[in-house]
């Protein structure tokens, strides 16, 4: 029987083959969404690895149904796949092999995402400041959920952290550099998580809506995030005391690295005197990214995190002239209490300095 009889046999005509190919499709794809689920994969990215996994079952199993050898009956319901008890050893293995490949290619989707994320990463990084399309570019990266190779990433931080040292280097290319760097930073953190993200927590979404809140988040998650600023809005509706030191706290025993997006974090109330702080983190080997967050009517001490592209209004900053990253920082209507360290004064002239418009700041 020729190999179009055969695919034809197999959609019309033997129902049993083509039952069992549906029903092995279907089990695979829907084992591999399930899987993807629970390790901490998006709906969206589960049914992508799910459809494509899907497919290439069916067209496996039907490239095998049409070109294998000769079959010794010609009735359409004789015309099956062997039975893996009766394959010969050579189709054992094929089956084997192009089980595996079925796998990565349902797994691989982030993998290609990130190795393009390099290719584009290292191309953006290769030429001279200001490096304007890798700062567009890990935006993007940022907002669109797409993480690259950690090892690229502090490639191209540790050239750009060379170049910073140069002593001769003009003020405005040093300039040019530092939001480059804590971005590099950010995306990096970020990077790592979406690596460790099997053994981390669920993210924690906040779809488009306002929520209100009467007491403290305690959250170990990995991601935090919203659709926007002015669409996700957390709204903490309670003043600073022992027990709700802050909208965000995590604990000692979160361990790992966090980040918070895409929300807005907005007090009722103007009153600084009592206002909690939007996010106090307890144990000293945790980092967190907060990037593209408006932060409104709350308190807030700036050494906490890494901070890209987020607003603070009417807030009381605090900073003491510890490490500090931040880039596309804006203060509108805010109160300082530095301290009377150096950096702390440094920091605090760079930002009164600025106004309004976003502040970048670099102290190690």
Excluded at 316 to 328: A, H, M, S
Aim: net charge neutral; proline share 6%; glycine share 6%.
């Amino acid at each position: 029987m020729t190999s179009s009889a055969r695919l034809y046999a197999l959609f019309f005509q033997d129902r049993s083959s083509r039952l069992r190919m549906y029903t092995a499709s279907f089990s695979v794809a829907f084992t591999f969404g399930l899987l993807g689920l629970m390790l901490g994969s998006s709906t969206d990215e589960a049914a992508k690895g799910a459809v494509v996994l899907s497919l290439f079952v069916m067209s496996a199993w039907t490239f095998f149904y049409c070109f294998k050898g000769a079959v010794r009956a010609t009735e359409p319901a004789e015309m099956l796949l062997y039975p893996i008890y009766e394959m010969p050893p050579r189709r054992a293995a094929i089956w084997g092999i192009l089980l595996w490949l079925s796998i990565a290619l349902g797994f691989s989707t982030r993998r290609v995402e990130a190795a393009i994320m390099d290719h584009r990463l290292r191309l953006a990084l290769s030429g001279d400041p200001p490096y304007d399309k890798a700062n567009s570019l890990i935006d993007a990266a940022l907002h669109n959920d797409l993480p690259a190779n950690p090892s690229t990433i502090d490639a191209g931080r540790r050239l750009l952290e060379a170049k910073l040292r140069i002593m001769d280097l003009a003020p405005e290319v040093r300039q040019s550099i530092s939001p480059t760097i804590v971005r590099l930073n950010g995306y990096l953190l970020y990077s790592r998580g979406q690596r460790l993200r099997v053994l981390a927590p669920r993210p924690i979404l906040f779809p488009a809506g306002h929520y209100m809140i009467t007491g403290t988040l305690n959250w170990g998650s990995v991601v935090a995030e919203g659709e926007g600023q002015e669409t996700s809005v957390i709204v903490p509706a309670f003043d600073a005391s022992p027990q709700t030191p802050a909208v965000l706290v995590m604990p000692r025993t979160a361990g790992g690295d966090s980040v918070i997006r895409e929300l807005g974090i907005t007090r009722p109330s103007e009153d600084l005197s009592n206002a909690p702080d939007f996010l106090r983190i307890e144990g000293a080997d945790n980092n967190i990214l907060v990037f593209d967050v408006n932060v409104s009517n709350l308190a807030q001490d700036l050494a906490a995190a890494i901070w890209i592209g987020v607003s603070f209004t009417n807030c009381r900053i605090r900073y003491k002239g510890e490490p500090l990253q931040i880039t596309g920082v804006t203060f509108a209507a805010c109160t300082f209490e530095f301290g009377d360290a150096t950096r702390a004064r440094r920091a605090l002239d760079i930002i009164r300095s600025n106004g309004r418009e976003p502040t970048t700041l670099i102290i190690q």
